[in-house]
């Protein structure tokens, strides 16, 4: 065993887990701030999720119309969000996003143009104007190439300077944290190991951005790749921090069904942004029947008046497959279960009809490419076959929204990892631009709590041995189950009986399932050695698939109310008082075998001057008549109601 | 619809390795990676293979199928009859860390060694203004997914391994042409570069890189050939020297 | 053979920094008839060398006089060895030969333009690296030699004149267009058609095709501009000359086996084995 606990230390000051664009963005700020900063990620460098981004990054840049502005693109992720948003996050979000969109083009990013040669923006689902910058529908490679050059080019600067291209920022790539180091609740640190050879490293930082993206591969069907196991949720949660509001899942509307081996697979909202329409099976565009009050005023109720829309947005409203993605998705789910679905449990999605084959290949080639060549459908002439996949948690850590810092010091979180900045329900293209502007945040205030800092203690050498043993584990265990029928059961769970209706006696039965998976996965077995063992991976990730399963069951059993990507079968309706409340889940301290406790906590009241941006029509059906009486106090007291 | 395909699957490290049979059910619509993610779940655990967004987007599947490189998620098993074996390996090129699993740092220490984007001086974010046209011959490049099936398919690497030093390979090349088409890079030297430093001379325009780019990109044609072209235009061609001295213009320079 | 480069990324462990790949028996895995490619390049482009040298090495039978068809190999016919009526508006600048030299034909004193433009084509350097020097015979299939350099040096870094040849091959399809239209003169004077002008016209459109979609082309009129907004007449040239630029292999066969056809026509003509078919006068 003395064999087993060899690791090597790394000293830095700034450590990155994950390396998609919150990542990279965040480790490019702390190294322009003088730190040593190391990224580590899972995949090799630049395979980060956020290559699957396709529709653009939302900023309120004014190029496609200038009536747009921050104020217009904080009012729609509040919307969009359903009230529930950690307002300041969605305010710095909506202000800072063109600026971290412009800095990309300094690095070398190639949007696509205006004719005036400005960043050209498209529609989207829950945006007023178009909005995102784009580039085809590949923008997340091209957000991730862009920070990946700039690391590079920042590395060469260094070589240049210091004579060592790493000496101020290194990529550990195919690497896997599997505990943070702590002290006093303070960060000291983080264990990780090789992925190709199974060797433990301990990387000695006072700081840990975690920016390690979501959970998908909690359920079956899912966008998210193998990555998405919920590793900084878990780690946050063990090193002592807290999440916040894990019950949000995002399902998109629009997933791939058929054939079996691409289910889940992402059919971008561009599709539908550029005109794609959704139709059962008896041919109707079913979206219409299923606007809700609170956006009966910004939708279309006719196919006319939606069809005018594209050519007019002025004087028309919005088509109503463009509403935010939780509305298209329970309604694709209840078309489907009302029978009149595909045989494969999806909706038509028709790009066809409207945009000539060359406008579709042009504007949505990798669509184009992933049907063509997954599913053998040809886009330009066929209809998709399309249903809801788990794509996104809203919920995450919950962090100071200026610094992004978590509750542990030293500890920040930035991205989808984070949560509280898209509410209960994420528009399409906020995603790219929370990455940016939380990610330069996140290694801005790690860089700053260094410089802060007068003692950098490091963890023991009992700590990391205790955390090396526990990571072989699996490769010591003999006849163990096979883990990944033990991950592909959980997924199964979450699936049936967490997905987009919930219903309190399954998510009880799911939970009991859980504590079952549980003792299952403490029992499994990774056959071979530390050289490249993805079953050994497999079973190392299994902790942390059910931490963060167990954290959005127990949150969506207690919350009782429908709210964005949260459906509860027995409260369909928002409840004003559920609004106020967060749900936040720690690591129960009592428990002997890991596990999550849930309690309520009060959201922070928005200030007026942002309240201020909506008709209080529009706030009366999100707010119980107290906080409404309560602003409208304000607003007298203030100057006048420019509502 | 489903059926017991033959499979061979290379498994090993750099020490050794070999074919290894295997038999597994494929089902209608499946590509090659759901059955290496079948014999992961049921006979090979341990079975090595890099993975992400299996849709052809991230470039990490990359593997050699019947000795052809390809992605693993964008090959289809219909393209198979199933009577017919597939034969899995890993890419050639590269060294191998185990089973599928390669070494693909050639590529990244190639990367870091060419120049970068050099952002003009005097704008500021959000004052760049590039016409479309200007940026498309670039865009085009910048879907390269880096799945280095190119590098593995190159034959001045892949068959001469002491190559690997002066040769940075079609994906840099790409990101050359790439940044010397870009309509504000500033630097004026990367035809120079292209020859001197990555070793653009060394390729053949045999095309086996277009051949096997799963974005499509027109490696050769869109990307070497004009870089080839270019330095031309700058070493070997005194008529458009002449030119350029008579218009008094200098069209290889960045001027509009 | 050990390559430094390779050595595992500066951010990977020392554990991989080993050169070995995969150890794998075969020479290729590749299961399909990749060899029918190369092979039927190798019988393509032999077949029009072996052609181009009986031809070249002929020297008779290239101009049918009352037909005023002239062969594509031996045009322009610039030497004063040339037969009466072949030569036209260029003249015969060339002296007879002594005779020592009389072998020379015509036809080799021009041949160097088209030959020399075709050797050097970023396509047909492609299709004979394959089929002739093996390097690589197909994709994924062993180089066929020890030692590579590529166009790096001597005597390869000459294909770098590429675009001489290009120069070169605009006068070749002038020349083969003038002569398309020259052959319209009929027998009795005046205006007259016949297959073998008909011949002559495809041939003509051909090679402009091959020529004008050539590699070198489309950097000059406008791939070597940094900014085609500026520019917009050389974009459109650009635009069209990369649409015939996409098929330039197409184009290279297609004008390969007219120019053959072509000139083996005016060949059986001249030398009375057939009489052109005329359409009118």
């Not at chain 1, 979501?214 to 590793?231: L, P």
């Amino acid at each position: 065993m003395t064999d087993h606990a060899r690791y090597t230390r790394r000293e830095f000051d700034v450590v990155v887990i994950g390396a998609g664009g919150a990542g990279l963005r965040a480790a490019i700020e702390a190294r322009l701030a003088g730190k040593r900063t190391a990224i580590i990620s899972k995949s090799l460098f630049g395979k980060a999720h956020t290559v699957m981004a396709e529709g653009g990054a939302a900023a309120a840049m004014g190029n496609a119309n200038s009536k747009d502005s921050w104020q217009v693109h904080f009012r729609d992720t509040m919307r969009g969000g359903k009230f529930l948003n950690h307002y300041r996050m969605a305010e710095l979000h909506a202000k800072e996003a063109p600026d971290r969109i412009w800095e990309l083009e300094t690095y070398g990013a190639l949007f696509d143009r205006t004719p005036e040669g400005k960043i050209s923006q498209r529609n989207f689902g829950g945006h007023e104007y178009p909005r995102l910058a784009h580039v085809g529908d590949r923008t997340g490679l091209e957000l991730i190439r862009t920070l990946q050059q700039k690391i590079v080019s920042l590395q060469q600067a260094d070589q240049r300077e210091h004579g060592d291209a790493e000496a101020y920022l290194q990529v550990f790539a195919e690497c896997t944290v599997t505990q943070l180091l702590t002290d006093d609740n303070s960060i000291v640190g983080a264990l990780a190991y090789w992925r190709h050879n199974g060797e433990f490293l301990v990387f000695d930082a006072p700081t840990v951005v975690l920016a390690t993206g979501g959970i998908g591969k909690s359920y079956t069907v899912t966008s998210n790749s193998w990555e998405y196991t919920g590793d900084g949720h878990a780690l946050a949660l063990r090193a002592g921090a807290t999440l916040v509001n894990m019950e949000f899942l995002q399902f998109h509307p629009t997933g791939m069904v058929w054939p079996p081996s691409v289910k889940g697979l992402l059919v971008t909202e561009s599709v539908r942004g550029d005109g794609g329409v959704l139709r059962n099976t008896d041919g109707k565009r079913f979206m219409f029947d299923y606007v809700p009050d609170v956006f009966r005023k910004q939708y279309a109720d006719t196919e006319e008046e939606a069809d005018r829309w594209y050519t007019d947005p002025d004087n028309n409203r919005r088509p109503p497959e463009l509403l935010p993605r939780d509305e298209v998705a329970r309604a694709i789910n209840n078309e489907v279960k009302s029978g009149r679905g595909t045989e494969h449990g999806g909706v038509f999605l028709d790009v066809s009809t409207r945009m000539s084959a060359e406008v579709i290949t042009r504007r949505l080639p990798s669509m184009y490419h992933q049907f063509k060549e997954l599913a053998g459908v040809d886009i330009t002439q066929e209809p998709m076959e399309v249903g809801p996949t788990c794509h996104y948690v809203m919920g995450g850590v919950e962090v100071d929204p200026d610094t992004t810092a978590a509750s542990v010091r030293g500890l920040f979180a930035a991205g989808e990892v984070s949560g509280g900045m898209h509410g209960s329900n994420r528009l399409g293209g906020n995603s790219l631009s929370d990455l940016l502007v939380f990610g330069r945040r996140a290694g801005l205030h790690a860089a700053a709590y260094v410089d802060a800092l007068s003692a950098a203690p490091i963890a023991s050498d009992d700590t990391v041995q205790a955390g090396v043993t526990a990571a072989l584990e699996p490769l010591t265990v003999s006849d163990g189950e096979n883990p990944y029928q033990v991950q592909a059961d959980l997924q199964h769970t979450m699936n049936e009986l967490v997905g987009i209706i919930r219903r309190p006696a399954e998510i009880e039965q799911a939970l009991a399932q859980l504590e079952e998976l549980r003792k299952r996965a403490e029992k499994v077995g990774a056959p071979g050695g530390r050289l490249y063992n993805p079953g050994w991976h497999v079973a190392l990730d299994l902790g942390n698939l059910l931490l963060v399963s167990e954290c959005v069951a127990q949150a969506a059993l207690l919350r009782q109310e429908s709210r964005g990507g949260h459906t509860r079968d027995d409260f369909p309706g928002m409840s004003a008082q559920w609004r106020q409340r967060n749900l936040i889940c720690r690591l129960d301290a009592n428990s002997d075998r890991e596990s999550v406790t849930v309690t309520q906590q009060p959201i922070p009241s928005v200030p007026v001057e942002l309240l201020e941006l909506f008709d209080r029509s529009e706030l009366a059906k999100y707010m119980t008549s107290e906080e409404l009486a309560v602003l409208d106090t304000q607003e007298q007291s203030g100057d006048s109601g420019a509502a | 619809m489903s059926y017991q395909g033959k499979f061979r699957v290379w498994r090993g490290d750099h020490a050794s390795g070999e074919l290894t049979d295997f038999t597994a059910e494929v089902n209608e619509g499946e590509v090659v990676l759901d059955v290496v993610h079948r014999l992961q779940a049921t006979q090979a655990p341990d079975l090595a293979v890099r993975w992400n967004c299996k849709a052809g987007k991230c470039g990490s599947c990359s593997a050699e199928i019947n000795g052809r490189p390809r992605l693993l998620c964008m090959t289809r098993m219909n393209m198979f009859t199933p009577d017919q074996v597939v034969t899995i390996t890993p890419m050639r090129t590269f060294p191998v860390i185990k089973d599928l699993v390669t070494d693909v740092s050639f590529n990244y220490v190639k990367a870091r060694e060419l120049p970068a984007f050099e952002p003009p001086k005097d704008l500021a974010p959000g004052e760049y203004r590039m016409q479309q046209i200007d940026v498309e011959r670039s865009q085009e490049f910048r879907k390269c997914i880096e799945c280095f099936l190119c590098q593995n398919t190159c034959h001045v690497v892949r068959d001469h391994d002491e190559n690997k030093p002066e040769f940075s390979g079609p994906r840099l090349f790409i990101r050359a042409a790439e940044l010397d088409m870009h309509p504000l890079d500033t630097r004026d030297d990367r035809k120079e570069t292209a020859q001197a430093e990555q070793g653009l001379g060394y390729c053949n325009i045999t095309k086996c890189c277009t051949e096997v780019c799963p974005e499509h990109i027109k490696i050769t044609d869109n990307a070497i050939i004009p870089m080839k072209e270019r330095v031309v235009d700058r070493k070997y061609d005194p008529i458009t020297w002449l030119g350029r001295k008579i218009a008094r213009r200098d069209q290889l320079s960045n001027q509009p | 053979m050990t390559a430094p480069v390779t050595a595992g990324s500066p951010a990977a462990p020392p554990s991989t920094a080993h050169h070995d790949r995969a150890t794998i028996q075969e020479n290729t895995l590749r299961t399909d008839r990749w060899w029918v490619t190369p092979l039927l390049t190798f019988i393509g482009l032999a077949a029009f060398v072996v052609y181009g040298l009986v031809r070249a090495f002929m020297n008779k039978w290239y101009w049918a006089g009352d037909v005023h068809l002239i062969a594509p190999f031996y045009s322009p016919c610039l030497s004063q060895s040339c037969v009466s009526g072949s030569s036209h508006i260029l003249g015969q600048p060339i002296p007879r030969l002594p005779d020592w030299l009389s072998w020379v034909s015509p036809a080799m004193m021009v041949l160097i333009l088209p030959g020399g433009f075709r050797l050097t084509c970023y396509y047909y350097r492609k299709s004979y690296y394959r089929s002739f020097w093996f390097s690589p015979p197909a994709c994924a299939v062993p180089d066929g030699h020890k030692t590579y350099s590529g166009e790096t040096r001597f005597p390869l870094l000459f294909q770098n004149i590429h675009r001489y040849f290009f120069y070169g091959a605009l006068f070749v399809g002038s020349v083969l267009t003038y002569d398309a239209f020259l052959s319209l003169s009929g027998k009795d004077g005046g205006i007259g058609l016949g297959v073998g002008s008909i011949i002559l016209f495809i041939n003509a459109a051909l090679i402009w095709a091959y020529t004008l979609g050539c590699h070198s082309c489309r950097n000059i009129v406008g791939g070597r501009l940094k900014h085609f907004s500026s520019h917009p007449v050389r974009y459109w040239m650009w635009g069209k000359v990369s649409v015939l630029n996409g098929k330039h292999q197409q184009w290279a066969w297609a004008s390969m086996v007219s120019v053959v056809l072509a000139d083996a026509y005016v060949m059986l003509v001249a030398s009375g084995a057939l009489t052109d078919v005329r359409i009118f006068n």
